[in-house]
């Protein structure tokens, strides 16, 4: 059968369907939708108008009720005065019955009695019955003005009795019977006015002057305990419904659910608190149950705020997670006026919960900075950050510019979500955990550079990471883009966290650069940007060490830098000449250096001072390896080796030609400086050892620094021996590219000077040195 039905509706290819055909059964079709949503639409119309009809029959019914209520009301107020008066009545009656009886009792008794004891006729003048008419006529006024409701005026009938009879406060043993029953009536009626206004304070819609008025009645009854039970229970009720009222709303604003869910609760405790001190005063007793009650309504907000909170992996969890402690700290502080202090137990409640939250977003975002390099996912970019990132995009670099918008994306996600309040209490930890996503994507950036694993046998590895920075152009825009995120994003960022009014980029420099014990910036932002310099220092010198690496050592593993070239007879040739030159790989260095500072030049625009950095520590890592390289040290040591004067000369020339290119390019580093004089007095030593005299056979000071100069004027094909001298203040001391580097900031004293390529010779001076024994060292002569 349904093989049959899709045949009719769905005809097979090979036949032809005529249009008429066509038209005739999807007219019919829509004909017969058209009708049946007619006939649904009639249905609904007379079920509309049925539950209008209803509705007004209802609601008029309901007004007449409403009527016959009021009317009821108002016979049952008439009833009640009719019977009060035909209660006094009768009560005046039984009074005057009473009266005339004993009058009666009297006047046929009192001759007898008064002829056989006169002091028993003296007790029977004594009227002890009109106590009693008395005392019951204040019962029954009492009885009618609580059917009336009039709890006042029955209040203070009681409170005027009490005051005027002490046997009713005091102990009922020594009563008599007639005073007992009294004392029992009496205390039922008390108990009946403080049953209603038990009553009247429990009533939800009641006035709050009506329930502050009964309050007072029941602490003027010796009812305070209860009275104050009785505020909490009525503000905790109040508190809970408007809390139930407006639950349902959590899933549609989950971002500030929790900041309004703070202001009800807080509001509640905050007039709670007031309404507590207008009629309790400052008892401690009351203010102390109203601190108890408090903190039960916060733990019930904080178990409220998480059981209705987003994913806390999400972003609007913390963003919700962010407002909850911003509101809830400020009503905090605002309760502190009024002498309640809760914000160390909120911080205690809601800590771990925030820090669930900090932890799962930060998860998420790690995860996506691992993701970084293979994602191609394209994420929101800010207009902020896309200036000062662009300007080291080339043709072929696009791609690591995308990874660097996506990972400030990633980061300025996280810190939109801040509030000032949650940065205070929680910045130590945002903090680090973003240093740890700096270091994650450091780790990612160090894939894209050339590396040991960069053979022909890892070609799956470079086809897994969308660009790869063969180039040195390429190479430095990653290192400007790592470092720029360092030293300018990611601060600036957080100082407009912490100074929300802040906006000046320099005046944000300055303070974070600058930042003594006495600025107001946090201990954490020093210690955290420390962190973030040292994830940096990672990522240069892999660079520098890769670099230097590539430029020491052939393709075929072979040292292009060897203690060959100054034991071999060549070293004299080159002293044929009246200038001789620095061996051949320093003079490579030189002009590899140069290319370099070029490509930096252009790729670092108006970025000096990491120019400066990288070029440093190129030249340190490569006196570095020197120094450390134990095969070319052995090579003097060997007994076998011919050695000679020259090659200490051309060694000596090397280092000082060194440390010229680093003054040349305007960087003169003091750690270049001291490793290249431990290199000399390492030589001197070695080759002293081997019975060479340094005193007769090496030239004075003064040679060795001229020729270097001289050698570089050479390389250059320029003229001049005129020097200007740079001041001590130029020269980048070793403690700026090391890798415990405290902070950047101490290269601002650096001043601006030419680029490497662009140096003229009248840039060059010999070295200065503050350090006595580093001159000492660095003077091949002294040292011995």
Same mark, same amino acid.
């Given at each position: 059968m349904e093989s049959s039905e899709e045949d009719d509706d769905f005809p097979s290819i090979e036949s032809i369907t005529s249009q008429s055909k066509i038209d005739s059964v999807y007219q019919s079709r829509t004909e017969k939708g058209i009708r049946k949503l007619c006939c649904e639409l009639l249905d609904l119309k007379d079920a509309v108008e049925n539950f209008c009809g209803n509705m007004r029959t209802k609601y008029l019914a309901f007004l007449r009720i409403s009527e016959e209520v009021v009317e009821m009301k108002h016979e049952l107020t008439e009833m009640q005065k009719h019977i009060s008066s035909q209660g006094l009545l009768v009560q005046d009656l039984v009074t005057g019955v009473c009266s005339e009886l004993e009058d009666w009792n009297k006047s046929c008794s009192v001759n007898d009695v008064a002829e056989e004891n006169p002091l028993v006729c003296e007790e029977q003048d004594s009227t002890p019955s009109v106590l009693c008419n008395e005392r019951m006529i204040l019962l029954d006024n009492i009885d009618v003005l609580l059917a009336e409701h009039k709890v006042e005026e029955a209040m203070e009938a009681l409170v005027a009795e009490e005051r005027k009879t002490p046997e009713l406060k005091g102990s009922a043993d020594n009563l008599s019977e007639e005073a007992h029953s009294y004392r029992l009536a009496f205390l039922e009626r008390k108990a009946t006015v403080e049953d209603q206004l038990v009553e009247l304070a429990e009533q939800p819609l009641v006035n709050i002057d009506e329930r502050r008025k009964a309050l007072s009645f029941l602490i003027k009854l010796g009812k305070g305990p209860s009275a104050h039970q009785l505020l909490l229970k009525s503000f905790g009720s109040r508190l809970?419904?408007?809390?139930?009222?407006?639950?349902?709303?959590?899933?549609?604003?989950?971002?500030?659910?929790?900041?309004?869910?703070?202001?009800?609760?807080?509001?509640?405790?905050?007039?709670?608190?007031?309404?507590? #001190?207008?009629?309790?005063?400052?008892?401690?007793?009351?203010?102390?149950?109203? @601190?108890?009650?408090?903190?039960?309504?916060?733990?019930?907000?904080?178990?409220?705020?998480?059981?209705?909170?987003?994913?806390?992996?999400? @972003?609007?969890?913390?963003?919700?997670?962010?407002?909850?402690?911003?509101?809830? /700290?400020?009503?905090?502080?605002?309760?502190?006026?009024? #002498?309640?202090?809760?914000?160390?137990?909120?911080?205690?409640?809601?800590?771990?919960?925030?820090?669930?939250? *900090?932890? %799962?977003?930060?998860?998420?975002?790690?995860?996506?900075? /691992?993701?970084?390099?293979?994602?191609?996912?394209?994420?929101? @970019?800010?207009?902020?950050?896309?200036?000062?990132?662009?300007?080291?995009?080339?043709?072929?670099?696009?791609?690591?510019?995308?990874? #660097? %918008?996506?990972?400030?994306?990633?980061?300025?996600?996280? *810190?939109?979500?801040?509030?000032?309040?949650?940065?205070?209490?929680? #910045?130590?930890?945002? !903090?680090?955990?973003?240093?740890?996503?700096?270091?994650?994507?450091?780790?990612?950036?160090?894939?894209?550079?050339?590396?040991?694993?960069?053979?022909?046998?890892?070609?799956?590895?470079?086809? /897994?990471?969308?660009?790869?920075?063969?180039?040195?152009?390429?190479?430095?825009?990653?290192?400007?883009?790592?470092?720029?995120?360092?030293?300018?994003? !990611?601060?600036?960022?957080?100082?407009?966290?912490?100074?929300?009014?802040?906006?000046?980029?320099?005046?944000?420099?300055?303070?974070?650069?600058?930042?003594?014990?006495?600025?107001?910036?946090?201990?954490?932002?020093?210690?955290?940007?420390?962190?973030?310099?040292?994830?940096?220092?990672?990522?240069r010198d892999h660079f520098c060490r890769q670099y230097v690496l590539s430029f020491i050592y052939s393709r075929e593993g072979k040292t292009r830098l060897n203690a060959q070239i100054y034991l071999s007879e060549s070293v004299e040739d080159q002293y044929l000449d009246s200038d001789p030159l620095p061996s051949l790989p320093f003079q490579a260095l030189f002009a590899k250096l140069q290319q370099l500072a070029t490509v930096a030049g252009d790729v670092l625009l108006e970025r000096e001072k990491i120019q400066k950095i990288l070029l440093a520590r190129l030249t340190e890592t490569v006196v570095m390896w020197l120094s450390e390289e134990q095969e070319f040290w052995s090579a003097f040591e060997d007994d076998s080796s011919a050695i000679q004067p020259l090659g200490l000369q051309q060694l000596i020339l090397d280092m000082h030609f060194t440390v010229e290119i680093a003054r040349f390019a305007g960087y003169p580093s003091r750690h270049v400086h001291q490793i290249a004089s431990a290199i000399i007095a390492r030589a001197i030593r070695t080759f002293s050892a081997r019975g060479i005299d340094p005193q007769s056979t090496l030239p004075v000071d003064e040679w060795f620094v001229e020729t270097a100069k001289l050698a570089i004027n050479k390389l250059l094909g320029t003229s001049g021996s005129d020097t200007s001298e740079i001041d001590e203040d130029h020269i980048i001391h070793d403690d700026i590219i090391s890798d415990t580097d405290e902070t950047a900031s101490s290269l601002s004293t650096v001043e601006s000077v030419e680029s490497f390529a662009s140096a003229s010779m009248g840039e060059l001076e010999s070295p200065m040195f503050t350090d006595p024994e580093s001159e000492d060292i660095y003077v091949h002569t002294r040292v011995i």
């Open positions: 809970q419904t408007r809390i139930d009222v407006f639950l349902p709303s959590s899933s549609l604003c989950p971002r500030i659910f929790s900041a309004t869910l703070a202001k009800l609760v807080f509001s509640g405790i905050s007039a709670i608190t007031k309404e507590s #001190g207008l009629v309790f005063g400052d008892n401690p007793a009351y203010t102390n149950r109203v @601190v108890q009650w408090a903190e039960w309504e916060i733990e019930y907000f904080v178990r409220l705020v998480k059981e209705n909170a987003p994913s806390s992996e999400t @972003v609007s969890a913390l963003h919700a997670a962010c407002l909850c402690i911003q509101a809830s /700290l400020s009503y905090c502080s605002l309760l502190e006026s009024q #002498g309640l202090k809760l914000s160390k137990l909120l911080l205690v409640l809601l800590r771990p919960y925030i820090e669930e939250v *900090l932890e %799962l977003n930060f998860r998420r975002a790690r995860k996506a900075v /691992l993701n970084l390099l293979e994602s191609e996912e394209n994420l929101p @970019v800010s207009p902020r950050f896309v200036c000062p990132l662009s300007a080291f995009a080339t043709s072929s670099d696009d791609a690591l510019i995308d990874n #660097g %918008l996506k990972f400030m994306y990633i980061i300025d996600e996280i *810190l939109g979500q801040l509030t000032p309040l949650a940065l205070v209490h929680f #910045g130590a930890n945002i !903090l680090n955990r973003i240093s740890q996503l700096y270091d994650k994507y450091v780790d990612a950036l160090n894939k894209a550079l050339p590396g040991p694993s960069d053979d022909d046998n890892l070609t799956e590895l470079k086809e /897994l990471l969308p660009f790869r920075a063969e180039t040195d152009s390429q190479q430095l825009a990653l290192l400007g883009m790592a470092y720029t995120i360092f030293d300018e994003l !990611l601060p600036d960022a957080i100082w407009n966290l912490w100074n929300p009014q802040s906006e000046s980029k320099e005046l944000v420099a300055g303070a974070m650069e600058n930042a003594s014990p006495s600025t107001p910036l946090p201990v954490e932002v020093k210690e955290w940007r420390r962190h973030l310099q040292h994830s940096f220092d990672k990522l």
